[in-house]
């Protein structure tokens, strides 16, 4: 079953990226470049994971607060590491994809 972020992003990455086409062209001429196979879908699915990402991060805002930690999965070696370098600071690297603010949320509220 798909989550409410899903299903409303996936509209609003339709009216943004398809219907008023903001940026599209740019994005599907980028995508050409770099050698993407089907550029098109690639395109919608992209549109429809900012519009997922936006929903996500509004739907932050009308949770309880640690309503979000169980949908992010943080590898436990990692968290563990981090713990033991306690006070001296973390650089949580990661792939240049998903909602960035809601790793930065879940790992604000599993970490010291």
């Given at each position: 079953?798909?989550?409410?972020?899903?299903?409303l992003?996936?509209?609003?990455?339709?009216?943004?990226?398809?219907?008023?086409?903001?940026?599209?062209?740019?994005?599907?001429d980028?995508?050409?470049?770099?050698g993407?196979a089907?550029?098109?879908r690639?395109?919608?699915?992209?549109y429809?994971?900012?519009?997922?990402g936006?929903?996500?991060?509004?739907?932050l805002?009308?949770?309880?607060?640690?309503?979000?930690?169980?949908?992010?999965?943080?590898?436990?070696?990692?968290?563990?590491?981090?713990?033991?370098?306690?006070?001296?600071?973390a650089?949580?690297?990661?792939?240049?994809?998903g909602?960035w603010?809601?790793?930065?949320c879940?790992?604000?509220?599993?970490?010291?």
């Amino acid at each position: 079953m798909r989550s409410a972020a899903a299903v409303l992003g996936a509209a609003l990455g339709w009216l943004v990226g398809r219907l008023l086409a903001v940026r599209r062209a740019h994005v599907v001429d980028s995508m050409r470049r770099a050698g993407l196979a089907d550029v098109e879908r690639t395109a919608n699915a992209m549109y429809a994971s900012l519009g997922r990402g936006l929903f996500e991060l509004i739907g932050l805002a009308f949770r309880r607060r640690r309503a979000h930690i169980g949908r992010v999965a943080l590898d436990r070696a990692v968290l563990a590491r981090v713990e033991e370098l306690a006070g001296n600071g973390a650089v949580i690297a990661t792939a240049h994809t998903g909602n960035w603010d809601l790793l930065a949320c879940a790992a604000a509220e599993r970490l010291p």
